[in-house]
């Protein structure tokens, strides 16, 4: 029983590796062509014409502003779902050490 698992697990380990092995990666695999696949986008990436896509309108929001009190926000996210929009983020605090690494 013990061996059947060790040789289910190394062959989804081998499956996950050959599915991933095209998957984009700065390093490994930067000429991927995964990074625009679908149906909707060219074969070449480079013949997007940027300057006719369509304009989303946006408006700017400031949620939360904490310039003035020396902290940061970090990790932020925005999601819509469900018809609302959702932000977060990790509140923190700069310190003299993070500057000098800046």
Do not use: C
């Given at each position: 029983?013990r061996?059947?698992?060790?040789l289910l697990?190394?062959l989804?380990?081998?499956?996950?590796?050959?599915i991933?092995a095209?998957r984009?990666h700065?390093i490994?695999?930067?000429?991927?062509?995964v990074m625009?696949?679908?149906?909707?986008?060219?074969?070449?990436?480079?013949n997007i014409?940027?300057d006719?896509l369509?304009r989303?309108?946006?408006e700017?929001?400031?949620v939360?502003d904490v310039?003035?009190?020396?902290a940061v926000?970090?990790?932020?996210?925005l999601?819509?779902?469900?018809?609302r929009?959702?932000?977060?983020?990790?509140?923190g605090?700069v310190?003299?050490i993070?500057?000098v690494?800046?």
């Amino acid at each position: 029983m013990r061996l059947q698992l060790v040789l289910l697990l190394l062959l989804v380990v081998r499956s996950t590796a050959a599915i991933s092995a095209d998957r984009p990666h700065p390093i490994r695999n930067p000429t991927s062509a995964v990074m625009l696949e679908g149906n909707w986008a060219p074969k070449n990436h480079h013949n997007i014409d940027f300057d006719r896509l369509p304009r989303v309108p946006v408006e700017h929001v400031v949620v939360s502003d904490v310039q003035a009190t020396g902290a940061v926000n970090q990790h932020n996210y925005l999601l819509h779902h469900d018809g609302r929009f959702w932000a977060m983020w990790s509140d923190g605090r700069v310190s003299k050490i993070a500057l000098v690494k800046l």
